[in-house]
C-alpha cells in the first residue's frame, strides 16, 4: 500500500489530525500525526482503542487516568490503554507534534469526549 497522507485537520479535540494510515484494508492499526498548539490543552477523552503516542517535537503534559501529569518530550513514547482517560497539554513555546498509533485502527465512534 502506498499514498499521500490526507490533509490535515482542525478537530474538536483542540488539535490538527494527519491521518498517514487509516484503511479498513488494514484493521489491525491505524496511525496519525497530531499537532498541538502552544498553551492548549486537547479535549478530555478516551478511545476504545489502545493507543501510543511517539513525541517528535515540543514538550508538553500528558495526562492518563488517576496519574499524575508526565512531562514529555521529542523521544519520549507513551501507552494509554483502551478506555483510559487522557489529554495532552502543550507546555512549550513551539508546537507539539507526536504519532499516535492505535490499535485496532481507529474509528471516530471509538472516541468518548468526557468534557
Same mark, same amino acid.
Given at each position: 500500500? @502506498?499514498?499521500?497522507?490526507?490533509? &490535515?485537520?482542525?478537530?474538536? &479535540? /483542540? =488539535? ?5 494510515? !487509516?484503511?479498513?484494508? +488494514?484493521?489491525?492499526?491505524? #496511525?496519525?500525526?497530531? /499537532? ?5 490543552? @486537547? ?8 493507543? +501510543?503516542?511517539?513525541?517528535?517535537? %515540543?514538550?508538553? /503534559? ?8 508526565? @512531562? ?10 483502551? %478506555?483510559?482517560?487522557? =489529554?495532552?497539554? !502543550?507546555? %512549550?513555546?513551539?508546537? #507539539?507534534?507526536?504519532? *499516535?498509533? =492505535?490499535?485496532? /485502527?481507529? #474509528?471516530?465512534? *471509538? ?5
Amino acid at each position: 500500500m @502506498t499514498g499521500k497522507p490526507k490533509p &490535515e485537520v482542525y478537530t474538536v &479535540e /483542540r =488539535c490538527y489530525i494527519t491521518e498517514l494510515l !487509516n484503511d479498513e484494508a +488494514w484493521p489491525e492499526v491505524s #496511525l496519525a500525526r497530531a /499537532r498541538v498548539r502552544p498553551g492548549v490543552t @486537547t479535549q478530555l477523552h478516551a478511545l476504545s482503542v489502545a493507543e +501510543w503516542y511517539v513525541i517528535e517535537s %515540543g514538550s508538553g /503534559r500528558v495526562a492518563i487516568g488517576d496519574a499524575g501529569p508526565q @512531562t514529555v518530550t521529542a523521544g519520549s513514547l507513551v501507552a494509554i490503554p483502551r %478506555g483510559i482517560t487522557q =489529554c495532552i497539554e !502543550n507546555t %512549550g513555546p513551539d508546537d #507539539l507534534v507526536f504519532l *499516535c498509533l =492505535c490499535a485496532p /485502527r481507529f #474509528l471516530q465512534d *471509538c472516541y468518548t469526549p468526557l468534557e
